[in-house]
């Protein structure tokens, strides 16, 4: 296929690109934060994947293209000019917690984190009910009790 008989890109490939554009990213950055190859972002944005014998046009999935609108801060009223189906995963997108990533290499990293974090209460909250333990006997020493709570 020459040149000429490329496939164009389609409009919301288009309007990614700008977005990307104006977010200040690179295709590898935007990939990454839309947890896809750069390969495949460049496809999606250009519309274009080449096969063996030339050129075919490429549709990214709705939720592929609402990754990709979310990681260059696309609207969804914006993108829903072009794709509303993409629009609506979006939508669904930015109804999650805003602490919770939508990739997967960075919610493994917030699971983890949010795991030794965990771990971490867990410990503080074992030496604070020890400490009030050990304070409650104390008290009951002092008031000349058995050394046991409430007696």
Same mark, same amino acid.
């Given at each position: 296929?020459?040149?000429?008989?490329?496939?164009?890109?389609?409009?919301?490939?288009?309007?990614?690109?700008?977005?990307?554009?104006?977010? @200040?990213?690179?295709?590898?950055?935007?990939?990454?934060?839309?947890?896809?190859?750069?390969?495949?972002?460049?496809?999606?944005?250009? @519309?274009?994947?080449?096969?063996?014998?030339?050129?075919?046009?490429?549709?990214?999935?709705?939720?592929?293209?609402?990754?990709?609108?979310?990681?260059?801060?696309?609207?969804?009223?914006?993108?829903?000019?072009?794709?509303?189906?993409?629009?609506?995963?979006?939508?669904?997108?930015?109804?999650?917690?805003?602490?919770?990533?939508?990739?997967?290499?960075?919610?493994?990293?917030?699971?983890?984190?949010?795991?030794?974090?965990?771990?971490?209460?867990?410990?503080?909250?074992?030496?604070?009910?020890?400490?009030?333990?050990?304070?409650?006997?104390?008290?009951?020493?002092?008031?000349?009790?058995?050394?046991?709570? @409430?007696?």
């Amino acid at each position: 296929m020459r040149m000429a008989d490329r496939p164009s890109p389609l409009p919301e490939g288009d309007l990614i690109r700008i977005a990307q554009k104006e977010a @200040g990213l690179s295709a590898r950055e935007a990939a990454r934060l839309a947890d896809i190859s750069e390969s495949r972002w460049r496809q999606i944005v250009s @519309g274009v994947q080449r096969v063996s014998g030339g050129d075919a046009r490429v549709r990214g999935p709705a939720q592929t293209v609402a990754r990709m609108a979310r990681a260059v801060e696309l609207s969804p009223e914006r993108l829903a000019k072009v794709r509303p189906d993409a629009a609506k995963e979006l939508r669904a997108l930015k109804d999650r917690p805003d602490s919770v990533p939508t990739n997967r290499t960075e919610l493994k990293k917030f699971l983890a984190e949010l795991a030794h974090k965990q771990a971490e209460l867990a410990e503080r909250t074992r030496k604070a009910l020890m400490w009030l333990e050990e304070s409650e006997k104390r008290e009951a020493r002092e008031r000349g009790g058995s050394g046991k709570p @409430g007696g």
